[in-house]
C-alpha cells in the first residue's frame, strides 16, 4: 500500500512539472532614453508579427506583456512563465501615443526590437528567427531596439 501510494505521489508531482513556472529575466537596451518600452511575449507562431504600425497593440494575441520605463538606456522586466517555446517582441514608445508610430508605408518610426536580435526585412521577422527556448531558471534574454 504505501509502495503505490509513493508511486502515485511521485507521478503527480512530476505531471506538474508542466505548469510550473520560473523566471524570465528580459534586459531591454536602447540608443534613446526616453519613454515607455512596450514589450510582448507570445507563445504562437500564428500570433507573433501580427502587430501593426498605428494601432494600439492587440492583447488578445500575446500571452503576457508588461511596459516599462526606460532609464539610463535600459530597463528590465521579469516574468514568472513555464518551460517552453517563446518569441518576444517590443517596442520604445518615444512619443508616449501607447501604438508603435510609423510612416505612411508601415514603416516603424520608433526603436524595435526582438528576441534573437531577429531583424526586420520587408516586415516582420518569422517566428524561427525569433523564437527561443524557456528552458534554464532565472534564464536571461537580451532584446535590443533601435529604429530601423
Known amino acids: 500500500m504505501f509502495k503505490s501510494l509513493s508511486l502515485f505521489i511521485i507521478i503527480i508531482l512530476f505531471s506538474f512539472n508542466n505548469v510550473y513556472s520560473e523566471k524570465l529575466i528580459i534586459n531591454i537596451e536602447s540608443k534613446y532614453d526616453d519613454g515607455y518600452v512596450m514589450l510582448g511575449i507570445y507563445d504562437k507562431k500564428d500570433n507573433f508579427g501580427k502587430a501593426k504600425v498605428n494601432e494600439k497593440p492587440n492583447a488578445d494575441i500575446v500571452l503576457t506583456g508588461t511596459v516599462i520605463k526606460i532609464n539610463n538606456k535600459k530597463a ?3 516574468f514568472d512563465l ?3 517555446e517563446y518569441a518576444i517582441a517590443g517596442f520604445q514608445d518615444l512619443d508616449g501615443n501607447g501604438v508603435l508610430s ?3 508605408l508601415g514603416i516603424p518610426r520608433e526603436p524595435v526590437g526582438f528576441s534573437g536580435n531577429a531583424k526586420v526585412r520587408f516586415g516582420p521577422p518569422k517566428w524561427n528567427d525569433a523564437v527561443f527556448q524557456f528552458k534554464k531558471i532565472n534564464q ?3 532584446i535590443y531596439l533601435d529604429k530601423i
Open 102 to 104: 510609423g510612416n505612411f
Open 76 to 78: 528590465t522586466a521579469i
Open 82 to 84: 513555464p518551460f517552453g
Open 140 to 142: 536571461e534574454v537580451l
